[in-house]
């Protein structure tokens, strides 16, 4: 059995006290409105309360059951409660050229391309002030894990993933980052420059070390590496076909774009004479330990193909719209063709604001547009954020829910005050319906990272201003 798919040896009952000498729980999350625990039974427990020990859950019950005591307790009235949001696709770096004006109303390639000189100076400061700012702005809007497809890498830019790994720690948030890598430049007929693309070995090399430095497989894992070659259009398909087969020896997982664009099966076609998918699938990503960005074209065989090989899916509702070539990611057809379906931010130099409650509220507003008042419910998006967020990461049962056992990621949602006067029949419908919304309390492994609508960690403003100013340098306005 993988070792990242197992259960921990943690099988305390829903009522028993934390085990050791000391009977308090870490953490006691209690009185919300409303629990949802998104577990496989889908229970909603009124008045419900969370108890964390050693960052796993130890307990969850409804108000008819006895609390446990705590070291710490936060107060959930007027809230719904569920678990941590998972984001699933993300390059934090693009925080740096956010809504950046010149490239604002270009297609997809003709955005990659105008931009990519700009990332040629990404190094460790600036990989390390866009994932702290980025990643304290997701936990903000409910997210408590994070990947990151960091795929450039500059000559001469340091090691951008352990840098952005070291802003995770800080913060105390779950992080995916994925060793993302571009072989292909232009003078080759791909699409980036020469100045952020590497030597297909060395990727290779480099994704080996990463892994052995920093991915963790045990239950519970703060950190977990997955390898990312970028798309099509900017690596080749025997780096494609080398990574799978590292990953496979590595045992870790595969990320990479797909099928997002009209000019990306353009491309396809005139370069390998096969529609992307087809050529995902040739180079041997057709399994379960891909999870792919976007997928917003294909057609009704290919969803068929990625369901019975359990590929997942990260929908990003916002960055479709806005640069997607005008496309409706199918997601009511992936998920009842077994496909695992969660949420993303993507870069936030096409999404630019990082909330994965926003893209929820997003996901919930194109599934009706798409297939009408049925076509998806607030629970369906839900699910999507955080049980198909885990399946995504290959961590179902882990993350995502509100179970016994499970880590101890969870968010408090106000469902009171002024933007949800009068929602008082259905908190789940309320938290997506009303708003516009934020965590009052986001914990990470039984941990505050956001308390009260603040982040806990005291250098927000220090940070801001050196991030302010690795921007300006970037974009060349200093």
Not at 98 to 109: E, Q
Not at 317 to 346: F, H, K, Q, W
Not at 430 to 459: N, Q
Request: charged letters at 20%.
């Amino acid at each position: 059995m993988r070792r990242d798919t197992m259960t921990p040896a943690f099988t305390t009952a829903v009522s028993d006290p934390p085990r050791g000498t000391d009977a308090r729980a870490d953490l006691l999350v209690r009185s919300a409105t409303l629990l949802a625990t998104c577990d496989g039974e889908g229970r909603e427990l009124a008045g419900g309360w969370v108890a964390v020990t050693d960052g796993l859950i130890s307990g969850v019950g409804s108000a008819a059951d006895p609390e446990p005591p705590a070291r710490k307790v936060l107060e959930a009235g007027g809230c719904l409660v569920t678990p941590g949001l998972v984001n699933t696709h993300h390059h934090l770096y693009q925080n740096l050229t956010r809504s950046y004006a010149p490239v604002a109303g270009g297609t997809l390639f003709e955005w990659l391309t105008g931009l990519y000189p700009l990332w040629s100076a990404v190094d460790e400061e600036t990989s390390y002030l866009s994932a702290w700012v980025g990643l304290a702005e997701l936990a903000l809007g409910g997210a408590t894990t994070s990947t990151d497809h960091l795929y450039i890498r500059p000559e001469d830019g340091g090691d951008l993933w352990s840098a952005e790994i070291a802003a995770a720690a800080e913060l105390g948030m779950r992080f995916h980052p994925t060793r993302g890598s571009m072989s292909v430049s232009v003078k080759d007929g791909g699409l980036p420059p020469a100045s952020v693309v590497q030597d297909e070995d060395e990727i290779l090399a480099d994704c080996e070390r990463l892994v052995g430095l920093h991915h963790d497989p045990s239950w519970g894992a703060m950190v977990r590496v997955a390898l990312a070659p970028c798309s099509p259009f900017s690596v080749s398909p025997e780096l494609m076909r080398r990574t799978a087969e590292l990953a496979e020896r590595l045992d870790v997982r595969l990320h990479t774009h797909l099928a997002e664009d009209p000019d990306e099966d353009a491309y396809c076609m005139e370069t390998f004479g096969r529609r992307p998918i087809e050529q995902f699938e040739e180079v041997g990503w057709l399994t379960s330990r891909s999870w792919v960005a976007h997928c917003i074209y294909p057609n009704e065989a290919e969803i068929a193909r990625l369901g019975a090989a359990g590929v997942g899916v990260a929908h990003c509702p916002s960055s479709n719209m806005l640069i997607g070539g005008g496309g409706l990611a199918p997601v009511r057809e992936y998920r009842a063709a077994g496909v695992p379906v969660g949420l993303g931010c993507d870069g936030s130099s096409s999404a630019d604001s990082a909330s994965l409650w926003l893209e929820s509220r997003t996901a919930l507003l194109l599934g009706r547009q798409r297939k009408g008042p049925g076509g998806m419910t607030a629970r369906d998006v839900l699910d999507i954020g955080t049980r198909g967020g885990a399946a995504c990461l290959g961590r179902t049962g882990e993350l995502g829910e509100l179970s016994v056992g499970a880590a101890g990621d969870l968010v408090c949602w106000p469902v009171d005050g002024l933007v949800h006067a009068g929602a008082l029949t259905d908190p789940i419908e309320a938290w997506l319906r009303c708003g516009p919304s934020a965590a009052r309390h986001t914990v990470v492994a039984g941990r505050a990272v956001v308390e009260d609508g603040a982040l806990t960690h005291p250098g927000v403003d220090a940070m801001l201003g050196r991030h302010r100013q690795a921007a300006a340098r970037l974009q060349g306005l200093v």
